[in-house]
Nanobody, 125 residues
C-alpha cells in the first residue's frame, strides 16, 4: 500500500523546536522530490519547503527561511523538516507530498502525487 505518514508535531512554546518526519511505505521516496506544506485555520495552504531527488537542492518559503531545514534519509525512506525558533504564526497542520522537482516557487507536482494525512503543530505559551 502506497502511503506517506507524517509525525513529530505537537505543542511547543515560542522559540522552541520540533522535527517533523515524512515516512514513505510502498514506494521509494528517493525517486521523488518532497514538499512540505502547511495550512492554518481559515488560511490557504502554503508551500513551506522542498527537497529535490536528483541533487538534494532545497527551497524555503521566505516566512521560514533561516529557521526551518529540510533533509532526507534515503536509507530510512524518510524526509525531515527541522523547525527552529518557532513562532505562534507557524501554528498549522503540516503535510508532505511527492513531486517531480523543486522550483524557485516550491514543489512541482508530477503525474501522480502522494499526500500524507498531516501532523498538527501548535506554537503557544
Amino acid at each position: 500500500q502506497v502511503q506517506l505518514v507524517e509525525s513529530g508535531g505537537g505543542l511547543v512554546q515560542p522559540g522552541g523546536s520540533l522535527r517533523l518526519s515524512c515516512a514513505a511505505s510502498g514506494f521509494t521516496l528517493e525517486n521523488y522530490a518532497i514538499g512540505w506544506f502547511r495550512q492554518a485555520p481559515g488560511k490557504e495552504r502554503e508551500g513551506v519547503s522542498c527537497i529535490s531527488s536528483m541533487d538534494g537542492s532545497t527551497y524555503y518559503a521566505d516566512s521560514v527561511k533561516g529557521r526551518f531545514t529540510i533533509s532526507r534519509d534515503n536509507a530510512k525512506n524518510t524526509v525531515y523538516l527541522q523547525l527552529n525558533s518557532l513562532k505562534p504564526e507557524d501554528t498549522a497542520i503540516y503535510s508532505c507530498a511527492t513531486g517531480d522537482t523543486c522550483s524557485n516557487y516550491g514543489l512541482v507536482y508530477g503525474k501522480d502525487a502522494y499526500w500524507g494525512q498531516g501532523t498538527q503543530v501548535t506554537v503557544s505559551s
